[in-house]
DNA sequence: GATGAATGAGGGTTCATTCAT
DNA sequence: AATGAATGAACCCTCATTCAT
């Protein structure tokens, strides 16, 4: 009888939040986000169109919505894996969290790459993903660094782009970039 | 009066197909493909758009025409340069020229890299990717087997991920990403 | 603890009532009632969206409810001012508290006239309108009998007329109509 | 078989513009702006809905074109009638001349002051509006100085919120107006 | 009495595509 | 070959209204 109190809304808004962002998600790494309208996205969350607008102002709003949501759910590739005496130990953990995270979490690549691609306006994008880079090749360039490279940040550079080519060749080889043997071999070269 | 030739309707034609698809190029680069309409293009090429549908049965079509044409147009990074006697001048004159495509044709780039993430239906430019790729793999192997190294064909996969990354990269950072730098870098690297 | 009493819940009942009347009547009149939403009324009522469906069936409701506050608020053009002596007294009451009116409540004019205009459906409140005139205008054939005009019904009408001119002028000039002026120069027209 | 030339499209666009303003014109004063949607207008006019956004960029614009197809159309209430010999017979003509554009027109008014309240960003028509007034006052006061009336000016405004009272009057009591009395009773009344 | 999440019809607008000329 | 008026499906978004609590 007496009003929902409003923890209990709070819940209901969180749920049906992220049943709408799930949603989004899904079809967006499916079949790209121009090709996905707000009814199919109220449909797959099981939801009306209405309550979306509900949640999110706009369209693409709702990418917004999905960065923030992947970042809150973990942001894997970023834990930390200093290793203050064996740089070889940090190199070989940055690079075996990329791996994993391609193949565990292939579908946030697959969404992520073409939505910064599909949406210029959406600079935000970009600027993540830059500064996540940046952050990415500084590391790279002092693990480097410390592992005697005389040129460590053009080494890094490459280390860097190679792995930016692996999402892109991936979702285009899917299964026929062989991944794993990818990841030994660069444990092999680069001696780790 | 006297009624054209054929081959002069012939010539039209292909001047207003080229119209078109030049018109298309430069916007699907400068504005993606799906914030590009058929009037915008049939504008920019200082056509009616009906004349588009005369040379093209649908939009996705011209995104066919696209690729055709820059096929026909000389496919720059293909150009053979097998040296028979020195491997690692084949292999400078292989990285020498995806450098330049990159550098000279960045707006094709720009173009192909979007266009084959953003509308899934098009296989045949994956398709094409694809076959290239393997192509282009296949020739680094016999290179680097030549030049000696042991795991050839792992080596071509890092040296043709990182040429990868380079367009998606170069896409995101421009001029930040150190092109330059990297070739030469390269050049040192693989002692070329 | 102990259970409010029905006076209690008739007083809540009242107040919350007149919240949203007041809410409604601001709003309406700064921006018009297609312009303004049932969640705008919400918001500046300080209540919910639902409670004001406790109260009023449907938004045009809403208008039926602020006219009827309106009316019981005093109706304050119709404040009975017979003079049984001197005709030319109570006309000048008459125009006096027409233009004390329109000066005083302004938002009201320019609430109520566009809402007659705006809502056809609302034929109650033209009636409402029409039966006002009607009455306003026997009282002025009346006393305009009693100051001796020959053909009093006509004069009424063309006072009437200027009278309901007011209000609309003064929605479009605002503060361009020299409304001291013309009330002025009204007396002494008439010889008030 | 060859295209249509330019004056052919241009004559086939004037006839769909028309089209397309004349059935605004018809529903908007017939069920208000806010309650005509542009299908409305579309089936109206016997045209698809978007042809309307070939001709107008947004369902206000459509206002806008009324506007400029009225001024075109004549707007008569403006036509020249001075008489520098006879004031009186220039008042008479002026006041003959708008009790003929209302009951002439009359549609034009019940279109154009419920626009002007309804539409708040519309201030354009109320500009207009403005404007007409301003020089209808201008020549009223001229005309009632060379009659010798002392305070012209007052006595101007006077007529002229009549004047305009009558198309509000007129607008909500339709036929229950007495627009022929009162027209003769104006002249009467200024020995006309 | 009171809340706000949820619904869904409907509105304005865009745009690929057709077609008469 | 060429034009651009015309179509209509589809899309994003708004908002009055309902209802479980």
């Not at 949406?119 to 660094?145: A, C, M, P």
């Not at 190679?162 to 001696?191: C, H, T």
């Amino acid at each position: 009888m007496s009003p929902r109190t409003t923890a209990q809304f709070e819940e209901i808004r969180l749920k049906s939040r992220e049943k709408i962002i799930l949603a989004a998600m899904e079809l967006f790494s499916r079949q790209t986000y121009h090709n996905t309208s707000i009814a199919d996205i109220a449909k797959e969350a099981g939801v009306s169109k209405g309550l979306i607008y509900n949640y999110f102002d706009t369209k693409e709003d709702i990418i917004k919505g999905i960065v923030e949501y992947m970042m809150a759910m973990g942001d894997r590739i970023m834990v930390e894996s200093r290793n203050e005496d064996d740089p070889r130990q940090e190199l070989r953990e940055m690079i075996r969290q990329t791996f994993a995270f391609i193949e565990e979490q292939g579908h946030i690549t697959r969404l992520m790459v073409p939505l910064a691609l599909e949406i210029e306006q959406f600079s935000f994008i970009n600027e993540i993903i830059e500064e996540k880079s940046k952050y990415y090749l500084g590391r790279l360039v002092t693990v480097l660094e410390r592992m005697g490279y005389e040129d460590a940040e053009m080494e890094a550079w490459t280390l860097g782009l190679m792995l930016d080519g692996i999402p892109l060749d991936y979702s285009i080889l899917g299964a026929r970039l062989p991944i794993k043997k990818l990841e030994q071999y660069l444990y092999k070269k680069y001696n780790l």
